[in-house]
Each structure stands twice: as structure tokens, then as C-alpha cells.
């Protein structure tokens, strides 16, 4: 299948690279890459679906050798959330924003290895802070050899990505030191809490722009930066993966309560036994505080002892068949859809449709 609209950018963005360059374990890696739900339209494009499966594999081998250490320690944590596996959804989408415009700029996969770099960095810190005992369906860092080992890994991921970043020019330094800086704030404020004068899910609503926004925003913006994008593509990816980065994490607030297992890999209810705020319950206490019985009586089974498989079962049930829960899955969609609208800028083909596809697809997995 080929393009049907835009022919000047077709035959412009792809950049497919020459078969003479691709080496075997690239091509190896490439023919096993399955893509991530709602990027179906990449894979029925002729051009665009070998096009983007072997950068991906590039970054793939990319990755590894970034995170590379001679000191055994040191390699080994820093393979172990790589080895893990990822669904790459941040360097997928710096590739995808590189094809609409010239793809063949070998700083694009560069660009895509630092937001993933960046990603797992937060994550090793994150598992700290949550006390999280698995990543992946592997035990997390910091089970293996301690919380300071972990964080000392993070940082070290942190380090990298900033070497590799530095080397793309002073506009993605600072694209990539603003959005550092969020999601230190994004955490931060999630571990303070909002104040007696916030609003609680408005709070939310930022800590998660900050924490998952951003770093989605910068991934499809540093992609149309290296390679060659005007300032309008730019900012249509900031404002797209700012809002399909809340819609993710909504949809996974959602998918805590769904029981859908198979689709997040989380055991339903795994937040509400952490005590990690989500928005159903964020909801259900705001339902709670404007006199709601019902929500009252959820909310008792919620911040009750949950450390029973039964008692969590039972709250989990109780808080799924709440409007709460209702609720906060059409939010969800309304960030999906407002993610959607935001792409209007962009010229129409297989880049648009893949990207709108995907906002959808992070919502419809928790319906």
C-alpha cells in the first residue's frame, strides 16, 4: 500500500535506507520487531513499514551499545531493564515524527536512544521510590542489589543520555534538560501531594503531564528537530505527546481496576494495594466528599487492609462497578481525542494516520 495523499512528502520523508547498508543482526532484529497497537497503518505502508522497523532496530543495537560499561557492575544493572524487552513507544514515535521530513538524518536514531535512555533511567528511580518488586515481569533493580545500586544505575542512564544529547546541538540539549526538570517536579510533587487549596485531580492531571507528558512530548519534538521539520511540525508534536502521554497513563489508572491483565501485564488492583493515587479513586473521593453513600462506602473497602487477595479483590470489584470508575475512562478519551484533534497541522498520510491510531489505541486497550 502506498500513500494516496501529499505525494510531495511521500516521496520526501521516508528516507528507506539502501539494503548495502543494513547489516544481518539489524535486519535480524527488524524482521522480529512487532510493532505496539494502533501503529497497524506504519505496517500496511510499503515504504514506511520497512523504513521505520529497521530504525527501530538500529536504536535497538543503539541502545545496547549506549548503556555498554567496562566495569561489570555497572553493565550488568544498566542491561537489566534493556534485556527486559519495552514496547519503545518514545523512540517509535521520534522515528515516526523524523518521516515528516528527512527521515535519512542519522542524528533521528541518535535522538531516539536518548528519550529511551532517559525512560529507563526514570524508571529505575521510580521502582525505588514505589518499592516496586517487579519491571517487565522481571524483579526490579533494586531487588537485586539494593536501593543504591538502582538509583546509582538511574543516574548513570541520566549521564548517558546527556552525552549522547550533547552531541546533537544546543536546541536538543535544552529540549532534553527542560524535560529533565519536569520530571523531577513531576515527582516531586506526586511524593508532596497536592496542598489543602489544590484541587486533587487537577494536581494529578499535572503530575502525570510532567512525569509522562513530557518525555513523550520531547520524543516526537527532538524527531522533527534532527530531522529537518519546520517549526509547526515541531510544536504539533509537543502538543500531540503531551496529551497522548496523560491519555497512557489515564488509560493505565483505568486498566488497575479492569482486571485486564493480559493487556498491561499488572495484576488488577496492584496501585490500589500501593496506595499509589489514580484517578478512579481520586474520583471516587471527590464523589465521596460531595456526599455520595455509595462512593463513601467504596472508598472504606479502598483505604481499608488490602493486603488479603481477597479484600483486594473485593475493592477492586467494588471500585470498578462505581460511575468513578466510568468516569475516569471518558476522561481518558477526552485526552485521546483532544490528542487526535491537535494533529491537524500535519499533512495527511500513513505518519498522521499512525499517530492517531495510536492515540486511540492507549484508551481502547482499558475499554
Known amino acids: 500500500m502506498t500513500h494516496s495523499a501529499d505525494t510531495s512528502w511521500t516521496s520526501a520523508g521516508h528516507g528507506v535506507p539502501d539494503a548495502a547498508e543494513v547489516d544481518t543482526s539489524t535486519s535480524q532484529i527488524a524482521a522480529a520487531l512487532n510493532l505496539p497497537d494502533g501503529f497497524a497503518r506504519i505496517s500496511e505502508d510499503d515504504d514506511l513499514g520497512p523504513a521505520v522497523s529497521t530504525s527501530l532496530a538500529r536504536v535497538e543495537r543503539q541502545l545496547r551499545e549506549a548503556i555498554a560499561n567496562s566495569d561489570p557492575l555497572a553493565d550488568a544493572t544498566s542491561r537489566h531493564l534493556v534485556e527486559a524487552g519495552g514496547k519503545r513507544i518514545r523512540p517509535l514515535l521520534t522515528i515516526l515524527a523524523s518521516h515528516l521530513a528527512d527521515a ?3 542524528a533521528v536514531s541518535q535522538a531516539a536512544v536518548v528519550v529511551e535512555l ?9 521502582d525505588v521510590m514505589d518499592s516496586a518488586p517487579y519491571r517487565r515481569g522481571a524483579p526490579t533493580a533494586h531487588e537485586v542489589w539494593g536501593n543504591s545500586v538502582a538509583i546509582l544505575t538511574g543516574d548513570l542512564l541520566f549521564a548517558r543520555a546527556s552525552i549522547l544529547v550533547s552531541e546533537l546541538g544546543a536546541e536538543a540539549l535544552g529540549i532534553q534538560a527542560r524535560t529533565f526538570e519536569r520530571l523531577c517536579l513531576g515527582q516531586l510533587h506526586e511524593t508532596v501531594g497536592p496542598s489543602e487549596s489544590d484541587d486533587a485531580v487537577e494536581h494529578y492531571l ?5 512525569k509522562t507528558g513530557s518525555l513523550v512530548a520531547a520524543s516526537g519534538q527532538l524527531g522533527a528537530l534532527m530531522a529537518g521539520a519546520d517549526e509547526k511540525i515541531m510544536k ?3 502538543s500531540y505527546g503531551e496529551k ?6 489515564l488509560a493505565d489508572d483505568v486498566i488497575d481496576v479492569t482486571g485486564l491483565k493480559n493487556v498491561s501485564g499488572k495484576t488488577p488492583g496492584t496501585d490500589l494495594r500501593e496506595g499509589v493515587p489514580t484517578l478512579p479513586v481520586l474520583l471516587l473521593r471527590k464523589a465521596a466528599d460531595d456526599g455520595d453513600q ?3 462506602d467504596v472508598l472504606t473497602m479502598v483505604d481499608g487492609d488490602l493486603a488479603a487477595d481477597e479484600a483486594l479483590a473485593a475493592a477492586v470489584t467494588a471500585l470498578r462497578e462505581h460511575p468513578a470508575t466510568a468516569e475516569a475512562w471518558e476522561v481518558a478519551q477526552q485526552w485521546a481525542d483532544d490528542a487526535v484533534a491537535s ?9 498522521k494516520e499512525a499517530l492517531a491510531g495510536f492515540a486511540q489505541a492507549v484508551v481502547v486497550r482499558s475499554s
Open 206 to 210: 499535572s503530575v502525570i503531564a510532567d
Open 294 to 296: 455509595s462512593a463513601a
Open 343 to 351: 494533529l491537524g497541522p500535519l499533512p495527511e498520510g500513513a505518519v
Open 118 to 126: 532517559t525512560h529507563l533511567a526514570t524508571l529505575y528511580h521510580d
Open 104 to 106: 535519512s538524518q542519522p
Open 244 to 249: 497522548v502521554g496523560v491519555a497512557f497513563q
Open 236 to 238: 504539533t508534536m509537543v
